[in-house]
C-alpha cells in the first residue's frame, strides 16, 4: 500500500528555520517526483517544490532561496529544510507524490503538517 | 507569475449537471489536473491529462479542454461531491505547477 506521511511542523518564530520530513511507503523514490504543496488558513493550494526522480529539484518563486528539497532513498524519506520563515509561510504543509510516467498527478498525498509562525 | 482562473463557487442541486471552469494561457500546451478537497481532508486527484479518470474516481466526473479552457463536469450530483475543486497545471517552461483558485461546490 502507497502511504505518504509528513511530520515536523511546529511553531516558530520570525525568521527561524524548520525542517519537514516525508516518509513514504510502497513504492520507491527512485521512480516517483515528490513534491511539497502548502494550504494557508483558509486560502487555496500553492505548490512549493518538487524533487525528482534523478534527484534534482524546482521551487516555486517565494520560497527560492529560503527552502531546500532533499532526499534519503535508503530511509524512503523526502525533507524539506525551511529557512528565513515568514508569517506569510504560515500553512499546512502537505507532501505528495507523483508517478514519473505522469509527472503533474499527485496520485498520493499525506495528511499534512502544520507550520506557523509567529511571535 | 502565471495563473490558473476558475469561478469562486458553483452550486447545483442533487442529480443536476455541474460544470467547473478554469482558465490559463498555457492550457493549450500543458495538461489540466483536478483534484477535490472536502473539509478538513487532503485533495484527492479527480482527473489527469485533462481528460483521464484515475482508478477509483466514479464515472459521472468528466474532463474536457478547449483551447486556454478547461472543464470538470460533474453528472448526477451527489452530495458527496461538495467541496472545494482545483486545478492544477503547469506554466510554460513545464517547470512550476500551477494552482487554480479554486471553486467551491454546494450541493443544494
Known amino acids: 500500500e502507497v502511504q505518504v506521511l509528513e511530520s515536523g511542523g511546529d511553531l516558530v518564530q520570525p525568521g527561524g528555520s524548520l525542517r519537514l520530513s516525508c516518509a513514504v511507503s510502497?513504492?520507491?523514490?527512485?521512480?516517483?517526483?515528490m513534491n511539497w504543496v502548502r494550504q494557508a488558513p483558509g486560502k487555496g493550494l500553492e505548490w512549493v517544490s518538487v524533487?525528482?526522480?534523478?534527484?534534482?529539484?524546482v521551487y516555486a518563486d517565494g520560497v527560492k532561496g529560503r527552502f531546500t528539497l532533499s532526499r534519503d532513498i535508503a530511509e524512503n524519506t523526502v525533507y524539506l529544510q525551511m529557512n528565513s520563515l515568514r508569517a506569510e509561510d504560515t500553512a499546512v504543509y502537505y507532501c505528495?507524490?507523483?508517478?514519473?510516467?505522469?509527472?503533474?498527478?499527485?496520485?498520493?498525498w499525506g495528511q499534512g503538517t502544520r507550520v506557523t509562525v509567529s511571535s | 507569475s502565471y495563473e490558473l482562473t476558475q469561478p469562486p463557487s458553483v452550486s447545483v442541486s442533487p442529480g443536476q449537471t455541474a460544470r467547473i471552469t478554469c482558465s490559463g494561457d498555457a492550457l493549450p500546451k500543458q495538461y489540466a489536473y483536478w483534484y477535490l478537497q472536502r473539509a478538513g481532508q487532503a485533495p484527492v486527484l479527480l482527473m489527469s491529462?485533462?481528460?483521464q479518470r484515475p482508478a477509483g474516481i466514479p464515472d459521472r466526473f468528466s474532463g474536457s479542454s478547449s483551447g486556454t479552457t478547461v472543464t470538470l463536469t460533474i453528472s448526477g450530483v451527489q452530495a458527496e461531491d461538495e467541496g472545494d475543486y482545483y486545478c492544477q497545471s503547469a506554466d510554460s517552461s513545464g517547470l512550476h505547477h500551477v494552482f487554480g483558485s479554486g471553486t467551491k461546490v454546494t450541493v443544494l
Open positions: 505528495a507524490r507523483a508517478p514519473y510516467n505522469d509527472s503533474s498527478a499527485f496520485y498520493q
Open positions: 510502497g513504492f520507491s523514490l527512485t521512480t516517483s517526483y
Open positions: 524533487i525528482y526522480s534523478g534527484g534534482s529539484t
Open positions: 491529462r485533462d481528460s
